[in-house]
C-alpha cells in the first residue's frame, strides 16, 4: 500500500464526512498523508517483502519520531554508559590482547599473518560487543519492552494494557525470567564457539565467521523478543516464527552486530535495534501473535 492508494481511501472517507466536520477531517487526512513513517508501516510484508536492511534503517527513523522520543532516552542512557565506557577499556587492551592471540598461530600459517591479524581484531570487537550488549539489555530489558509497546501502538492505532512505573515494576520478574531463557539456550552454544577459537588454525580462520553468524542470529532473537514478549508469546514459538524469515532476521541481526563494534554509533544501538524490530514486529508476526489489537 502506498500514498497513492491512500490517498485515494482517505479522500473516500473525506466525501462523506466533510459535509459533517469538514475542518476536523481535513486536518485529520493532512495528519495521517504526511506522517511518513506510519505509512510505511501500514504495508503487508505478504504483499511486499521486506529486508533486513529496511527495518534496520527504520529504527534510526523511528526513534527521533515525536511521542516515542521519551521512551528511548532511558535505553538509550544505559547504552552510552555502559558501552562507552566498555569498549574505552577494550580498546585500552587490545595492544596486549591482539599479540598474545596471535602467538598461537601455527607455522604453517604465519605467512597470513597479515590478514589473521585484523581477522582477530574483529574476533575480539564482536565477543565483546556481543558481551557488553547483553548486559546493557539486561539492565534495559523493562524499558526496552516499554518502548517496543509504545512504538507498536504508535504504528498500529491499537491500545496497549496499562503502563507507567508501577506496570514495568509488575513486569520486571517475568521479564528478569525471559532474559533468563535468553542466556540458557545463548550460553552453551557460545561455549563450543569459544572453545573453537584455542583451536589453532580453526580459531583464526573458522570461528570468526561462525561467531559473527551465530551473534547475528542471536541479537535478532535479542531484539525482536521485545514485542513477541508484550504478548506472552513463549520464547520458544518466537523463535520458531523467526526462523520462517531467517534471512531478513540473519540481515537485520549482522547489521545490528556490525554497527555495536562501530564506536559513537554503537552507543545508540539499542533503541535503534528495539525500534527496528518492533517495524518488523508489526509488518510480518503481528496479525498471527498479536495478544492485544
Known amino acids: ?3 497513492i492508494v491512500l490517498f485515494a481511501v482517505f479522500s473516500n472517507i473525506s466525501e462523506q464526512l466533510n459535509a459533517q466536520q469538514p475542518g476536523k477531517i ?3 487526512y493532512q495528519s495521517l498523508y504526511n506522517k511518513e ?4 508501516m501500514v504495508s503487508s510484508s505478504a504483499v511486499v517483502p521486506r529486508s533486513g536492511l529496511y527495518y534496520f534503517s527504520q529504527g534510526w527513523k523511528l526513534i527521533s519520531q515525536p511521542g516515542i522520543r521519551r521512551f528511548v532516552i532511558l535505553p538509550l542512557l544505559v547504552n552510552i554508559l555502559l558501552m562507552g565506557g566498555a569498549f574505552w577499556w577494550l580498546f585500552t587492551q587490545l595492544d596486549s590482547w591482539i599479540p598474545a592471540l596471535m602467538s598461537h598461530v601455527p607455522d604453517w600459517l604465519q605467512w597470513l599473518s597479515y590478514l589473521l591479524w585484523p581477522i582477530v581484531t574483529i574476533s ?3 565477543v565483546f560487543g556481543y558481551l557488553f550488549s547483553t548486559i546493557a539489555n539486561w539492565i534495559a530489558a523493562p524499558f526496552n519492552g516499554l518502548l517496543a509497546e509504545q512504538l507498536e501502538a504508535r504504528l498500529t492505532g491499537a491500545t496497549p494494557p496499562d503502563t507507567g512505573v508501577l506496570g514495568i515494576m509488575k513486569d520486571v520478574p517475568r521479564i528478569m525470567k525471559r532474559e533468563w531463557q535468553k542466556l540458557a539456550w545463548y550460553l552453551p552454544r557460545a561455549v563450543v564457539l569459544l572453545i573453537l ?6 580459531g583464526q580462520t573458522v570461528a570468526p565467521v561462525l561467531w559473527f553468524l551465530f551473534s547475528a542470529w542471536m541479537l535478532a532473537i535479542q531484539y525482536c523478543d521485545y514485542p513477541f514478549d508484550n504478548h506472552k508469546v513463549p520464547f520458544k514459538e518466537m523463535r520458531v516464527a523467526l526462523r520462517t524469515r531467517k534471512v531478513t532476521n540473519m540481515q537485520f541481526g549482522a547489521l545490528t552486530s556490525l554497527f555495536t563494534m562501530i564506536p559513537v554509533l554503537n ?3 539499542m533503541p535503534v535495534a528495539v525500534c527496528g ?3 518488523m514486529w508489526v509488518d ?3 496479525a498471527k501473535h498479536a495478544l492485544w489489537k
Open 1 to 3: 500500500m502506498n500514498k
Open 26 to 28: 481535513r486536518k485529520v
Open 37 to 40: 513513517y506510519v505509512l510505511t
Open 124 to 126: 575480539v570487537l564482536l
Open 197 to 202: 577459537y584455542f583451536i589453532p588454525g580453526i
Open 267 to 269: 552507543l545508540f544501538i
Open 277 to 279: 524490530a518492533t517495524a
Open 284 to 286: 510480518c508476526y503481528r
